[in-house]
């Protein structure tokens, strides 16, 4: 029980520090310590909320397997959203 709770007393710091770090003028680390300090929320609640430490290693291998996934994901979408000012604006419509 007293694991649950520091944990818990942990993702609240952390919470503060998000919403904290919000006010800061960081410029374009902004969002980069945002998703930092969540992907290290995301990994105490998987570790030991969701029991991830003391199970088979195989569910570490699913786990992985769609953390790694998402990683995909997120990479072609941001892709897809940094390529967008590449393409040439239509100045005309043409009509038909």
């Known amino acids: 029980m007293r ?11 952390l919470l503060g520090i998000t919403v904290s770090a919000a006010y800061i003028p960081l410029g374009k680390l902004n969002p980069v310590l945002a998703v930092g300090i969540a992907a290290t929320k995301a990994a105490l609640i ?15 291998i699913v786990a992985t397997a769609g ?23 239509p100045t005309v419509w043409q009509q038909r």
């Open 67 to 89: 953390v790694v996934w998402l990683a995909i994901m997120f990479t072609l979408t941001a892709g897809d959203y940094f390529m967008r000012g590449y393409l040439p604006k």
């Open 46 to 60: 998987a570790a030991y909320f969701m029991h991830l430490r003391s199970t088979a290693r195989l569910i570490w």
């Open 3 to 13: 694991i649950y709770v520091l944990v818990w007393v942990l993702l609240l710091l």
